[in-house]
């Protein structure tokens, strides 16, 4: 394929990168420096792209790779170490978020939902929500991780069942 023909299904993908983007970021501004950089990362990379692969979901990984990164970078700039006695990390936090009742109420739901399942689905659930990777779980775990990737995935699906109204 060559460059041209490239660059002209990237532009085609457009459309679709901005909608993806805009689901990953809830934020318009983030999601077309999202969909800049992965232009660039795939015009870039052009060279690894297999011509008779999906061209949708090579951008579309790129994309979702990105944005953890970027997250991952995000969360990692936020969180300062103190060096007083107690040597732990604050994370900073830029604006106050200020909770309305209704919200204090279906976090607790949740919460308590969560709490009610069997602690082999719950703690790898709540682990992942906090942020460690599949691997980092299934090493602390003594798992396999297509057993902790398996349980995260059940647990969403029975508190999906449970939270019925929330989605």
């Given amino acids: 394929m060559s460059t041209k023909e490239f660059s002209s299904q990237l532009i085609y993908l457009e459309g679709m990168l901005s909608r993806f983007a805009l689901k990953l970021t809830a934020n318009r501004d983030d999601a077309n420096d999202l969909v800049q950089e992965t232009y660039l990362r795939a015009l870039t990379h052009r060279d690894q792209f297999v011509e008779s692969s999906n061209l949708k979901a090579w951008t579309c990984t790129i994309m979702k790779n990105t944005f953890?990164?970027?997250?991952?970078?995000?969360?990692?700039?936020?969180?300062?170490?103190?060096?007083?006695?107690?040597?732990?990390?604050?994370?900073?936090?830029?604006?106050?978020?200020?909770?309305?009742?209704?919200?204090?109420v279906c976090a607790k739901e949740i919460d308590a939902a969560i709490d009610n399942l069997d602690s082999e689905y719950k703690v790898p659930f709540r682990m992942?929500?906090?942020?460690?990777?599949?691997?980092?779980?299934?090493?602390?775990?003594?798992?396999?991780?297509?057993?902790?990737k398996s349980r995260i995935f059940c647990t969403r699906k029975k508190l999906a069942e449970c939270l019925e109204g929330y989605t």
């Fill in 128 to 148: 992942y929500y906090q942020g460690y990777k599949y691997k980092e779980i299934s090493n602390l775990l003594g798992l396999n991780i297509g057993t902790v």
């Fill in 68 to 104: 953890i990164n970027n997250y991952r970078k995000n969360v990692k700039y936020q969180t300062t170490f103190d060096s007083s006695s107690d040597m732990f990390f604050h994370k900073q936090n830029k604006e106050c978020i200020n909770y309305d009742p209704a919200s204090t």
